[in-house]
């Protein structure tokens, strides 16, 4: 028993060795973090941004020679693209990073908070993605591969929120939609203004956003407004409404709730597809909701 414990003990002196070593060389800049600050919140004041709201998590490389060879948005708060496009062709390529006052090749994530004024290179266990929440989209022209949607959706989806825990301290909601480019990091106040419950995405396994009548992502770039949400349970689908709390219905069910009846439903999606996206060419008007594929439990 005395020898298992020192096994353990050994073990454990040795992960804290390791952490430590970790901590010691991480990279540093000329200057050190102040003059790193200094140059971000000049690049940012030239480009427009207001700092005390201003945030980034970004992925750099560097090679050994100090050329920044990479510069992608991870996380941005109050910028848009082209101006990242900007600041990348604007950096400095006289920066190395260092270890011990050696140049070494640096492949991680920068930081930048204008309202604490700090920026700095973040280790593995500061930038963490806590949750992915994927969007599927409702459409009436494959309302037969609804489910095979959402299975996909939990493998690959262009469409997401993540969840990331930066610095340790900092938790960011980032919208993405690969398929128009788009990327939108939110504050508390989007989640108060949509109505939507934190707790419910925070805490619900396999969870999905729903749009039931959303712009077309293929088409439009919007900020995302999502009101309605699924989630699988004992195998098959249950889906929700932030609006009508944490309780979860059939498809069908939660369409009745959600719009009055199966009819006000129709009703409301054959006019944003007919109009706004089909621009009243739609091939369908009278297009029915043909059935709750959800009711049932699957067959295994």
């Known amino acids: 028993m005395k020898k298992g414990i020192i096994i353990v003990l050994a073990l454990l002196s040795v992960l804290v060795v390791d952490a430590n070593v970790c901590d010691i060389t991480q990279p540093t800049f000329p200057g050190g973090n102040d003059s790193l600050v200094s140059h971000l919140d000049q690049r940012y004041c030239k480009s427009g941004f207001a700092l005390s709201r201003f945030y980034t998590v970004t992925q750099i490389t560097i090679d050994q020679k100090g050329n920044l060879s990479e510069w992608h948005p991870v996380i941005r708060r109050d910028i848009k693209l082209r101006n990242e496009s900007f600041l990348y062709s604007n950096m400095p390529k006289w920066i190395p990073a260092t270890v011990d006052g050696k140049p070494v ?20 266990d500061e930038f963490q993605l806590f949750k992915r929440v994927p ?45 128009s480019n788009t990327r939108y990091t939110c504050y508390d106040g989007f989640f108060k203004t949509n109505k939507m419950d934190k707790d419910i995405i925070f805490y619900t396994d396999s969870i999905f956003f729903l749009q039931l009548k959303g712009h077309d992502r293929r088409v439009h770039q ?13 195998g098959y689908y249950r889906f929700g409404w932030f609006k009508g709390g944490k309780r979860t219905y059939s498809f069908a069910k939660m369409i009745k709730k959600a ?42």
């Open 222 to 234: 919007e900020i995302p407004f999502y009101e309605y949400y699924g989630k699988k349970e004992n």
């Open 259 to 300: 719009f009055g009846s199966i009819e006000g439903f129709k009703e409301k999606v054959h006019n944003y597809y007919y109009d706004s996206i089909y621009g009243g060419n739609w091939e369908h008007p009278d297009y029915p909701l043909k059935r709750d594929i959800f009711i049932e439990k699957p067959k295994e």
């Open 105 to 124: 090749e640096y492949n991680g994530y920068l930081l930048y908070d204008g309202k604490k004024h700090i920026a700095k290179l973040l280790n593995n």
């Open 135 to 179: 969007v599927v989209r409702w459409h009436p022209d494959e309302d037969a591969y609804f489910r095979a949607a959402i299975d996909a959706a939990f493998i690959h989806s262009p469409e997401y929120l993540d969840i990331n825990i930066v610095n340790r301290t900092d938790t960011l909601f980032t919208l993405v939609n690969n398929v």
